[in-house]
T-cell receptor, first 117, second 112 residues
Framework: GDSVTQMEGPVTLSEEAFLTINCTYTATGYPSLFWYVQYPGEGLQLLLK?????DKGSNKGFEATYRKETTSFHLEKGSVQVSDSAVYFC????????????????FGQGTILTVHP | DAGITQSPRHKVTETGTPVTLRCHQTENHRYMYWYRQDPGHGLRLIHYSYGVKDTDKGEVSDGYSVSRSKTEDFLLTLESATSSQTSVYFCAIRGGMDTEAFFGQGTRLTVV
């Protein structure tokens, strides 16, 4: 079945450092890919998405490119801030109907990011 | 903010008792999901629904059942709660297969 694997954390960085959080996936067909963020005590919220190969999603300085050849969707930010401290989740959703995966949304295990001043 | 409400927000229950969590939406979205979040395991899908009375299992469905008799409500039932079901439960809604999912605030369930 479909699955998402994220780099193990936690990740600790100093302010203004470069961030990469790796995400790879296993899926049939051509899934849509997402990054969600969860701030302490809150539910998840969408950070960015990409719906087809070579698409780049971006938001709030974060970027991720849908790489079909490497089945990856790595999250990057050039200069992190203390306010970026949160848990980041990679997720996928199949975009073709069929079988039991119709509308299914699968998440990775999450990566805790802590940014120090 | 998307109109999604989970109830209750907190619950403590005893082992062996049935528990029902409710997710209510005002967005008329087709898809609804129940996840549990545990340290070291991320967000794991319990059950999801792709329409009224249309539901399917996720990766950790044992011990849980769901029902969706109308578009706006998705109920998660623990038939006989166990300590391993102590967790934070999140409901999510989504309008389409490549669209954003909106999450509720979560329900913290403790089984003693």
């Amino acid at each position: 079945g479909d699955s998402v694997t994220q780099m193990e954390g936690p990740v600790t960085l100093s302010e203004e450092a470069f961030l990469t959080i790796n995400c790879t996936y296993t899926a049939t067909g051509y899934p849509s890919l997402f990054w969600y963020v969860q701030y302490p005590g809150e539910g998840l919220q969408l950070l960015l998405k990409a719906t087809k190969a070579d698409d780049k999603g971006s938001n709030k300085g974060f970027e991720a490119t849908y790489r079909k050849e490497t089945t990856s969707f790595h999250l990057e930010k050039g200069s992190v801030q203390v306010s970026d401290s949160a848990v980041y989740f990679c997720a996928l959703s199949p975009t073709r109907a069929g079988g039991t995966s119709y509308g299914k949304l699968t998440f990775g295990q999450g990566t805790i990011l802590t940014v120090h001043p | 903010d998307a109109g999604i409400t989970q109830s209750p927000r907190h619950k403590v229950t005893e082992t062996g008792t049935p528990v029902t969590l409710r997710c209510h939406q005002t967005e008329n979205h087709r898809y609804m999901y129940w996840y549990r979040q545990d340290p070291g395991h991320g967000l794991r899908l319990i059950h999801y629904s792709y329409g009224v009375k249309d539901t399917d299992k996720g990766e950790v469905s044992d011990g849980y059942s769901v029902s969706r008799s109308k578009t706006e409500d998705f109920l998660l039932t623990l038939e006989s709660a166990t300590s391993s079901q102590t967790s934070v439960y999140f409901c999510a809604i989504r309008g389409g297969m490549d669209t954003e999912a909106f999450f509720g605030q979560g329900t913290r369930l403790t089984v003693v």
